[in-house]
């Protein structure tokens, strides 16, 4: 949480150095998430989103308060070019968080109004469950397709689950 404020003054930082950039893409995974939404929240009360105006944002394994993730989506997503969210409903680490956090953690189910990863690959205990984002291959490759090449899902080689937004890996 003390990390938050300074996230945000790099990315100020940032925008003020390089006029030139277009969008900045910032990858959230695990613990990260919650750097990021408590970052946004600042953004909000300090009323500096538009740091984050052109940002492709992608959440992996959130390890974060669901509705604290929820709230802070809805209060941003307009500002934001893009927000993409893989979610695993058997994520091991993320199950073992409840217990320790005592509420339910964001990356173990869909989030509506943005774009939906449901990542079915990643399962069992093995690797404590969200480390398995990282080692596969065809996540890997998706996340590249989304954030470097700026593909839309349905050109992407996932599965649609029948929601719009919504797809499987």
Known sequence: QKSAPYFIEYLDEIN??????????IIA????????????????NENKLNIFKNSHIVC????????EYIETVNKVKDNIMKWTHYYNPSDAALLA????????RAGLSAIQ????????????WSNMGNHGYIDNQQIQT????AVIDDIEPHHREL????????WAI
């Open 29 to 44: 995974h695990s613990m990260g998430n919650y750097l990021l939404i408590k970052s946004l929240q600042i953004a909000i």
């Open 113 to 124: 109004e943005i774009e939906l990863i449901h990542s079915i690959q990643i399962t069992g």
């Open 159 to 166: 599965t649609s689950n029948g929601h719009e937004q919504c």
């Open 142 to 145: 998706d996340i590249k397709k």
């Open 16 to 25: 003020k150095i390089m006029l030139k950039i277009t969008k900045i893409d």
């Open 97 to 104: 968080s409840i217990i320790a956090n005592t509420n339910n």
């Open 60 to 67: 992996i394994a959130a390890d974060v308060s669901r509705t």
